[in-house]
């Protein structure tokens, strides 16, 4: 199994605080991934990272920010997190670009805004 | 807007019979992945087909890419219990990341 952990693995919070989910890799891999994953629409790309402080947005990125000071952690924050925002997070790694190339799933976070 | 379409969506059928999960989108993706998920866990790669009409085969699992590489299809032949999970497929791009379009999931159940 690729080493990935997330951070916490559940998570209850109000509307209106601020939440940041964390993950964590022991591969190297140089690109990391946050998606959210809700029924009815499958995963959808948040953020993702292609190196230490380079980021960009992904399909449904309002709302979130992200941010990567190390190789092995990307962090994803949701400022003043809203009902909308209950969902289950999972963070992904991959290696490179090669069209085989297989991104390695964290367990997930599940969130519930209250 | 799912630039993927996955269906059908739920499929619960007895052990034995055979099956067929599509996935359809009107975009050309650089390949196609399918994975498995299981409850509470993150998704794990089946198979990624990169060539249009490409098949591949995993054991009772056969893949297939469409010849203008903008579908897929999952077929299972004799169906069994182990096989009950969820599964989505993934149209590849690459813009800065290697970008995963997931479609909606098949959620399917074998009843013994």
């Known amino acids: 199994d690729a080493g990935i952990t997330q951070s916490p693995r559940h998570k209850v919070t109000e509307t209106g605080t601020p939440v940041t989910l964390r993950c964590h890799q022991t591969e190297n891999h140089r690109y990391m991934y946050w998606y959210r994953q809700d029924p009815g629409h499958g995963l959808r790309l948040i953020h993702y990272s292609y190196g230490v402080k380079d980021t960009d947005k992904g399909e449904v990125s309002d709302g979130y920010s992200v941010s990567r000071s190390k190789t092995e952690d990307f962090l994803l924050t949701l400022e003043s997190a809203t009902s909308s925002q209950t969902s289950v997070y999972f963070c992904?790694?991959?290696?490179?670009?090669?069209?085989?190339?297989?991104?390695?799933f964290g367990p997930g976070t599940r969130l519930t805004v209250l | 807007t799912q630039l993927l379409e996955q269906s059908p969506q739920f499929l619960s059928i007895q052990e034995g019979e055979n099956l067929t999960v599509y996935c359809n989108s009107s975009?050309?993706?650089?390949?196609l992945q399918w994975y498995r998920q299981e409850p509470g866990e993150g998704p794990v790669l089946l198979v990624t087909v990169v060539t249009g009409g490409e098949v591949k085969k995993l054991k009772r699992l056969t893949f297939q890419f469409g010849d203008a590489r903008k579908d897929s299809s999952l077929h299972i032949t004799a169906a069994q219990p182990g096989d009950t999970g969820l599964y989505l497929c993934a149209g590849v791009r690459f813009e800065g990341a290697q970008k995963l379009v997931f479609g909606q999931g098949t959620r399917l159940t074998i009843n013994p």
């Open positions: 992904a790694i991959s290696e490179g670009l090669s069209s085989y190339n297989e991104q390695f």
């Open positions: 975009s050309v993706f650089s390949s």
